[in-house]
């Protein structure tokens, strides 16, 4: 069979869909030992996706993961799909080549934040403006892992670590803004401590057609411990985190006691406890607003002096249809075809003008 | 005064202008009518390296050089025997070049005092009017002014009607050279198609040249070069990078796959780009990276999916594209590196020609990371050669370096070219689904992607093809698995597994040949890439004067063939002619141990016959450091 069969084949298969699940999360578990930290939250990230798999509707064979280097990158070897292990920084890249050539994959990128916004911060900004429709799943710790606790890109300023012994001076990334900035097409945050909400994002990052961006909170047990637990800890959670639902007002707080109003483009928390405010006074979260989206997305540094700390949005900030660059790129080559006619090679060999010699 | 009809066996003319003179255009329209006219012929054009450099300057002087004749033409000649200069920076650029006696055709209206002060001469004299071109045979004509003369009750802009002036110069050589109008003017009407006053400007001018000759009696002479003996067939003209784009495109049709082509653009590489992107109708993939390490990496993602994956570029981009080709090395997978040379360490001299990045093909990776290399060796070789690199990679699974030049890749020839019907078959067998993973199916309970077969060649096991599930990476794997190991013992074999495989392509290449020469002889000139043509013909002049000196050409590299070592040792002295300071030279050292003597030339530029059979002359019987 050749490649063009095999692609066309799949892609119909695809559209057909048959509904049921053919297989257990089990189904997904390569032969390899995990050999990750215990207590690493990537353990639950491995899980959460094998759980998820299933559910996607796409045959084990379809589904390719690639991912480049750091602790994360391990990934593809505990899959029981097709999966490399590739360099630093350049799963995007490999997956940009894969996926244009074989639209028939679902190609999940699995990349750390050293992998894709240091080393490789500049295949994933051009991954996400073609809007390759690829999943890519961010494993942010905020720590260099495998090199043994080195400062990353998303460190905060002053982190000391192990280069950094008198705090880091790096301005971290913010890596939502950072993708809604490159004009990324669906942009969403989940956490390693909830894995229900974790199941629901793959899933999503499935559905969308496009590159999904989903950055996962994950916690580095051995250098970070605990860098994100005012939002994965479930006394604090309410307070400091707020999930988004397309549609729903931004309510948080333990008793949803909390909401998110807007005053213009300015954000503001407000008590629906006291009779000032009420659910309708709030802002209603729409995906598709690229503006809002980009506000929920700076809800992540200090606040200046005076304001209040806004909570950390997870779920789904932003979702649009754009044409996919593999898409386009197929496009093309069929208007081509259309337009001058399946190439033909000895008019090729020929060229545009010949001679003969006797 | 009459008009003497001389025959020339080979005449080689440089047509010499600024960015803005049309030189280009003129040179290969002259080389289209000279092959039609059944010579052979080799052309190099040069470019300034500025996009626009200021007008009138010798940075911005951009020539084309044409050599053919009658004979076996194989290089773009040494000196030229005709010269044409559009302005004074032309002539300062390149008089160096024009043999004693040879022609120079100036045109007058740009060696005013202007463009002698752009061109930065320090006299006030124009040279048309001191003695210092007494050794050549100065044709002055004021081709500007003869153009807007005819074209005075044109109703094209004053821009447009100068920019006819290069047709006069071609007209003008039409006559010197006893060459018909026609194919020219079959094209410019092409070209011109919606614009008839253009077109009707250029072909007036352009017969305006031809009569000019005819008319003035300046020159005593006329030259014929008769058709040359090329093989009978039919023919193009093709450049390297046109053969490479062919070349490319019937690798990925004779194998059956898709063409994936992951680039980013560098001098002297990217118009395979631009060809490539042309020829989507053929189902190519181009893709135009955002560096040169996603270039080589999605070329890689491809091949992993089952395509022909290719990636180019020049040494620069090379460098940046090693950690990645590495990975391929591990993965075992096909990839195809094309490697146009250029010039000089670092960003070194873009638009300049050197064969400098052998060492880095063969050894510039990190671990041992063993590749077959390839190197064409004449602009209609790339066909053949990019052809083989496809068809190595694709069937033993490895990575391909090509190594071409801005030489080469710039250049035309004459070529003879093939038809589908008569291209070889290059076999490509994904490994088939799994039935069942079962051993009642024959089938072992796990699938092993690193198995290999007698030539150490693993299957190529693509998604999408059930049972076949597995992971593939840059850490060192184990035997058959694949699986990440870190065993002393394991890795050495991995190393010594991967190197094993690379050198078996030798029994799936053909045998070295002599090209010129005897076996057994006293010496011999060994090359490879893009001196093949100035060696061969060096050689076959030496040959004829009487000397016992033979010539091998390498195209494949590595591995190299396998009685490559026994032809060598059977010469008395051997002569490694490269554009670089000595690279192959040192492999044959150390690989094969021949007592091998370098010829170096690193100017960015090729060798001229006359020097190469100096220096080979030279060499003979020295000792051997």
Known sequence: MTIETKISEHLKQKENGNGEEKYSSKDFSSDQDVRWCPGCGDYTILKQVQKTMPKIGVDKEDIVFISGIGCAARFPYYMDTFGMHSIHGRAPAISTGLKVSRPDLSVWIITGDGDSLSIGANHFVQLLRRNVDVNLLLFNNQIYGLTKGQYSPTSPEGSTTKSTPF???????????????????????????????????????????????????????????????????????????????????????????????????????VSLEDGGYSKEDLWTHDEGDKTKAYLLSQFFDAPAPGETQMPRPFGVLYAVERPCYDEEVSNQIDAAVEQKGQG??????????????? | MSVQNKVQEEVTIRFAGDSGDGMQLTGSLFTNTTALEG??????????????????????????????GSKEILTPGDKCDVLVVMNAAALKANLSLLGSGGIII???????????????????????????????????????????????????GYKEVERCKNMFVLGLLYWMYNRPLQSTITFLKKKFKDKQGIANANIKVLKEGYHYGETTEVFSSRYTVKEASLKPGTYRNITGTDATVLGLVSAAHQSRLPLFFGSY???????????????????????????????????????????????????????????????????????????????????????????????????????ESPIAIVAPRSPADCFESVFEACRIALEHMIPVMYLSDGYLANGSEPWKFPETKDLPEIEVKFEPART??????????????????????????IPGTGGLEHRVGGLEKEDETGDISYDPDNHEKMVKMREAK????????????????????????????????????AVHELRQEGMDVSHIHIRYLSPFPRNLEKLLKGYDTVLVPEINNGQLVRLLRSELMIRAKGINKIKGRPFGVEELKKEIKNGIGSSVA
């Open chain 1, 167 to 269: 705090g880091s001076i790096d301005h971290p990334f913010n890596p939502l803004s950072l993708s809604m900035g490159a004009d990324g097409t669906f942009v969403a945050r989940t956490m390693d401590r909830d894995p229900r909400h974790m199941q629901q994002m793959l899933q999503r990052s499935h559905q969308h057609k496009g590159t999904s961006m989903l950055e996962i909170y994950q916690n580095c047990i051995v250098f970070n411990d605990g860098a994100f637990e005012l939002f994965t800890d479930r006394k604090t959670r309410p307070r400091e985190a707020i999930y988004l639902e397309d549609g729903q007002p931004l309510l948080f707080g333990k008793d949803n006691e909390k909401g998110i109003r807007l005053d213009g483009l300015k954000p503001e928390v």
């Open chain 1, 344 to 358: 033909e090679l000895d008019d090729l060999l020929q060229g545009p003008e010949t001679w003969e010699i006797k």
């Open chain 2, 39 to 68: 010579n052979d012929l080799r052309t190099l054009p040069e470019f300034p390296a500025e996009i626009r450099a200021p007008a009138g300057t010798v940075p911005g002087v951009s020539s084309f050089q044409l050599h053919f």
């Open chain 2, 106 to 156: 100036a045109n007058t209206s740009g060696f005013d005092k202007r463009n002698l002060n752009l061109a930065k001469y320090e006299t006030e004299v124009s040279p048309l009017e001191d003695d210092s071109l007494a050794d050549y045979n100065v044709l002055e004509v004021d081709i500007t002014k003869i153009t807007k003369e005819s074209l005075s009750d044109s109703p094209l």
């Open chain 2, 265 to 367: 653009p560098i001098t002297p590489a990217s118009d395979i780009l631009h060809g490539l992107s042309k020829q989507k109708h053929f189902g190519v993939y181009t893709f135009q990276a955002e560096d040169e390490i996603a270039a080589v990496s999605s070329a890689i993602g491809a091949a992993f999916g089952g395509s022909l994956g290719v990636t180019s570029s020049s040494g620069p981009g090379i460098a940046l594209k090693g950690e990645a080709i590495g990975l391929a090395v591990m993965l075992e997978l096909p990839l195809v590196i094309l490697n146009i040379q250029r010039a000089g360490p670092s960003t070194g001299m873009p638009t300049k020609t050197e064969q400098a990045d052998l060492m880095q093909a063969m050894y510039g990776r990190n671990g």
């Open chain 2, 436 to 461: 069942n993973n079962g051993p009642e199916n024959g089938e072992t309970d796990k699938f092993l992607p690193y198995v290999r077969d007698k030539r150490f060649v693993r299957s190529w096991s």
């Open chain 2, 502 to 537: 690379r050198d078996k392509i030798a029994g799936f290449i053909p045998l070295q040949e002599i090209d010129n020469g005897v076996e057994n002889g006293e010496t011999v000139i060994v090359g490879w890439g893009s001196t093949y043509g100035s060696i061969r013909t």
